[in-house]
């Protein structure tokens, strides 16, 4: 599937033009099907998506239905989890009702450092997945998903020679392994990624460069780049993380 690459010279112009992409799509899906499904990962992605996104007035926020792309296994208040950042940058800030949020079940967690056993982890993903069939039924199709990426080319918690990228029977994997701590995470699987009918990346900084050469001019296969989904993905980038790209960025 082709890709495309928007540019801005600083992450305030991301903010803005992703606000403004994501509330067109919300309003488009809403008109279409009465709601908006949206899975969003951590890392630096919430307070680009949110600082201006938080603020539109015109969104109709009661009809969203957030899940997270990928959690740490850790309780929902830890400083490590997904879910207390999006709470911090969006949540706390918009009205999307209580049941349409979707964080793990932290409850199922012995551990809470980030350090669980693999009956837990797999325990926290059986339950996601029954939190994601609530919604959509046995045909999971999510409107947009927004992601990060690490400078070793991963995305959600799929790393690059990991055998969760080889996962294909479920919607939802677990890891006790993860190569950044902490190890206990869960994430969707490539089935759910491609499965979307948007997926936008957000890319920043220049250490991010190289790894961006080699997905989108190369085309190597790391996790990041094996994102497939119906309608072409697209990276909003900062000139620093693009700088490597030459003629193929359009801004």
Known sequence: MAKVLKVFDAVDGISHA????????????????????VAVSGGSLPAILCKQLSHDKNVDWAKWHLFLADER???NTHADSTYALVKKELLDHV?????????????????????????????????YIAQLTSV??????FDLILLGMGPDGHTCSLF??????????????????SPKPPPARITLTYPVLNAA?????????????Q????ILIKNKEYPA???????????????????????????
């Open 95 to 127: 009205r999307i009702p209580q049941e349409n949020v979707h964080p793990i079940n932290d409850a199922i967690l012995v551990a809470k450092d980030g350090a669980c056993s693999e009956s837990e982890t797999a325990a926290v993903a059986a339950d």
């Open 18 to 37: 992703l606000a403004v992409e994501v509330a067109s799509l919300s309003a488009q899906r809403i008109a279409a099907s009465g709601r908006f499904t």
């Open 225 to 251: 780049g094996l994102v497939s989904p119906q309608t072409p993905t697209c990276w909003y980038l900062d000139a620093p993380a693009a700088k490597l790209l030459g003629s193929k960025v359009s801004s």
């Open 211 to 214: 790894v961006l050469h080699d």
């Open 160 to 177: 690059p020679n990991h055998p969760l990228l080889k996962v294909h029977n479920t919607s939802v994997a677990f890891l006790t392994d």
């Open 73 to 75: 296994c850790v309780p």
């Open 136 to 141: 959509f039924g046995s045909k999971i199709e």
């Open 197 to 209: 009918r948007n997926v936008i990346f957000v890319s920043t900084g220049e250490g991010k460069a």
